[in-house]
């Protein structure tokens, strides 16, 4: 069994269910600073919801595309790889987007949150629905890019989800330690770490992504004699080819195959093939610099902006 496959989702679970749980621990906190702990009971539904809700959304993402894989068996082969390869590119603008815009926003978090809380306190009648929502919007938000890699590689089975599930169970661990416990850790460096992991993860899925495109529109010039010009790329009677991938640029299949340990772990974590084709190679690069030199601007301007805020006397 090749658990390797559950290590990408558990890496994205935990960090976005950490910042889930900094949701649901502050709210719980300011909950009762108010001495408003009777709505903790909403706190946790909205938990139990939000989780239930995205994996609703995991079922009918996968179930949508087995269904429209079988609608014609003749083109399930051209149709499931289709739709891996968009809920990749979905996933991978979900997975950008959220990693530079929650940076940006974590040293306002804990003011919006206490915003959103006291808003929902002062309408004495509906204080529990919105404590409810500000709740059932944060995990559900957080658990969507999960859904989308999941179902971006739904052919993988259940370890993925498997994955989820551990990296959700070690963040709730971690929200326990964080304000249950009043155990120190060092929040900022392991959003930090754990990013440029995600955009490793990110850049990782672009080659996957492109390798669903290729072998779809292989299929699909290969099903009929009118389609086969659609591989602008193909080298005849050989074994290094690719449909729409271009030549081959990488080939490590003798030093560090991608089906066996430890290339299958590299694999599953950053998209390593031991075949990289050169349209794969420029995708990957693209993505890891441009995403990756936003987020460490991202993060130098919060350190940035945090030397500018502390006092003369600190200086």
């Known amino acids: 069994m090749n658990f390797s ?21 502050i709210v719980l906190a300011l909950l009762r600073k108010a001495k408003q702990s009777r709505l903790n009971s909403w706190v946790y539904a909205g938990v139990v919801v939000g989780i239930i809700v995205s994996a609703l ?9 087995k269904f429209l894989g079988s609608i014609n068996p003749q083109y399930t082969s051209v149709v499931e790889p289709t739709l891996e390869g968009v809920f990749s590119v979905l996933a991978i ?5 959220m990693l530079i815009w929650m940076t940006k926003q974590a040293r306002f978090m804990k ?28 995990v559900i ?67 996957s992504s492109l390798q669903h495109f290729d072998e779809a529109m292989a299929n699909l010039a290969l099903s009929s004699r009118s389609s086969e010009n659609l591989c602008f790329y193909y080298q005849h009677f050989t ?5 729409i991938l271009g030549p081959m640029v990488w080939n490590t299949t ?35 610099l441009s995403i990756g030199g936003l987020y460490f601007r991202s993060i130098m301007g919060g350190n940035n902006q945090k030397q500018k805020n502390v006092p003369i006397a600190q200086k």
């Open 5 to 25: 496959t559950a290590l990408p989702t558990f890496v994205i679970t935990l960090r976005e269910g950490v910042e889930a749980a900094l949701v649901v621990g």
């Open 57 to 65: 959304i995991g079922f009918l993402f996968t179930g949508i595309i």
């Open 93 to 97: 603008f979900m997975l950008s987007w």
């Open 111 to 138: 003011a919006q949150v206490e915003g959103a809380v006291n808003e929902a306190l002062t309408q004495n009648s509906n204080a529990g629905w919105g404590v409810f929502s500000l709740i059932l919007v944060a």
């Open 141 to 207: 938000r957080e658990g969507f890019e999960t859904v989308l890699f999941v179902a971006a590689n739904f052919q993988q089975g259940l370890l993925p989800s498997l994955g989820a599930l551990g990296g959700l169970a070690v963040a709730a661990g971690i929200g326990v330690l964080l304000f249950k416990w009043g155990v120190k850790i060092n929040i900022r460096q392991f959003f930090q770490v754990m990013g440029i992991l995600l955009i490793l993860i990110v850049s990782g899925l672009v080659v």
């Open 239 to 243: 074994r290094i080819h690719s449909c």
């Open 254 to 288: 003798s030093i560090l195959p991608d089906e066996k340990f430890p290339g299958i772990v590299i694999k599953s974590l950053f998209g390593y093939r031991d075949k990289i084709y050169v349209v794969q190679a420029f995708g990957y690069f693209i993505l890891l």
